[in-house]
């Protein structure tokens, strides 16, 4: 069974995974089971292409979970790889950046939710380096995105390159937060 750290893990490892026939999203019924005392969070729905069902039960870490956008705790994640954290993290950070750029300051804070789901992304990059290692091992490549993205280019899972996007991520939300501070 597949073992997810928090909600948020779940949902990105099914909007991970198509549909057989190559659909992505879905719209997802959610609950909780009880397996002789391991707490299973079951999600079903349908294909909105071609009808199938889809199923995927995760079960979940004991304590209590962490808070989104984050999508875990100190330890790797068990069923996504770095390959693919990285694709995600830039995705939504290209989206972020240019509508960033193009639009005034103070339309920025909306893009906040965005840009920090882009950096825990990439925060979930570094938690695949091994102390004292330079770089994520390839063998920390398990899907096909992963070692596709790792084989274009491994220097980017090196550690002074993850710690460079870290701090550069840092800044950009730093710098959202500054020019247009939560309202409240």
């Known amino acids: 069974m597949l073992i997810a750290r928090s909600a948020q893990e779940a949902h990105l490892y099914m909007d991970l995974h198509v549909c057989a026939c190559g659909a992505t999203p879905f719209e997802r ?3 909780l089971e009880d397996r002789e005392g391991i707490l299973v969070s ?3 729905g349908t294909c909105p292409q071609c009808g199938r069902t889809r199923s995927y039960e995760f079960a979940l870490p004991d304590g209590l979970p962490v808070a989104p956008p984050a999508f875990g705790g100190p330890e790797p994640s068990q069923i996504i790889d770095p ?3 990285l694709w995600v993290s830039d995705q939504v950070a290209t989206d972020s950046g240019l509508r960033l750029l193009n639009t005034p ?7 906040r939710p965005a840009t920090a789901y882009a950096l825990a992304a990439l925060e979930e990059v570094a938690k695949f ?3 004292g290692d330079d770089r994520i091992p390839e063998d920390r490549f398990v899907s096909e995105r992963g070692r596709e993205i790792y084989a274009k280019d491994p220097t980017r899972f090196e550690r002074t390159d993850i710690r460079f996007a870290l701090d550069l991520s840092r800044r950009i939300l730093a710098g959202i937060d500054s020019h247009t501070p939560p309202q409240g």
């Open 129 to 131: 380096l091994p102390e």
């Open 83 to 85: 390959g693919e954290f």
């Open 42 to 44: 079951v999600y079903e």
């Open 29 to 31: 019924e959610h609950r």
């Open 105 to 111: 300051r103070d339309t920025h804070r909306d893009l």
